[in-house]
């Protein structure tokens, strides 16, 4: 399958952790990257490769892949956290894949 | 400083063509492992991913849109061309520029452009 899969919304109470999931064969072999989108916005890479986060990204968030599945970990979520994720992968001749999204919100 | 800017008409009707361009600045598309592409998204719906060009003119199609779409390259303009033929109303969209970088684990999109609204209506 090349497809991404995703909840499409999570919700979590401010200050707690809180894990983003994306299931897809894709992952067996290409680690999930994580873009945060704000309506009216650009995505944001917030997770570039394996645990790999770009510069000015706050520590609280981080990213795994294991087997067919990759997460993204906010750790002590804060209200400028709600948005869109969507998590990215590749297939095996590097076609771009992206999944349905999750939104998610900070209570 | 890296910047990605779009520019597109704001209005297309259905069947036309739709030329997006892509300005850039602080990198060069000749630069080894270095691409631009094209995702799109609409309002309450996934970003989708369209075409990619990279810095030895390989190029990369969104198998569901492949015949429509083609992805050219100005190295010396720093500017890339994203074509899309027969447009309809399900393409309303905004459409993002961005570049695909070469994280040493595999690619991913590091800058974006502010995206460019396109609307598809007679």
């Known amino acids: 399958s090349s497809e991404l899969t995703q909840d499409p919304a999570v919700s979590v109470a401010l200050g707690q952790t809180v894990r983003i999931t994306c299931q897809g064969d894709s992952l067996t072999h290409y680690s999930a990257r994580w873009y945060q989108k704000r309506p009216g916005q650009a995505p944001v890479v917030v997770i570039s490769g394996e645990n790999n986060r770009p510069s000015g990204i706050p520590d609280r968030f981080s990213g795994s892949t294991s087997g067919n599945t990759g997460s993204l970990t906010i750790t002590g979520a804060q209200a400028a956290d709600e948005a869109d994720y969507f998590c990215?992968?590749?297939?095996?001749?590097?076609?771009?894949?992206f999944g349905g999204g999750t939104k998610l919100t900070v209570l | 400083q890296i910047t990605l800017k779009e520019s597109a008409p704001t209005l297309v009707k259905p069947t036309q063509t739709l030329k997006l361009t892509c300005t850039f600045s602080g990198f060069s598309l000749s630069s080894s492992g270095v691409g631009v592409g094209w995702v799109r998204q609409t309002p309450g719906m996934p970003l989708e991913w369209l075409a990619l060009?990279?810095?030895?003119?390989?190029?990369r199609y969104s198998p569901s849109l492949r015949s429509r779409l083609t992805i050219t390259k100005d190295t010396s303009r720093n500017l890339v061309v994203l074509t899309v033929t027969n447009m309809e109303p399900v393409d309303t969209a905004t459409y993002y520029c961005t570049r695909d970088f070469w994280g040493g684990d595999g690619y991913y999109f590091d800058y974006w452009g502010q995206g460019t609204l396109v609307t598809v209506s007679a």
């Open positions: 990215n992968s590749r297939d095996i001749s590097g076609i771009p894949l």
């Open positions: 060009i990279y810095w030895d003119n390989d190029k």
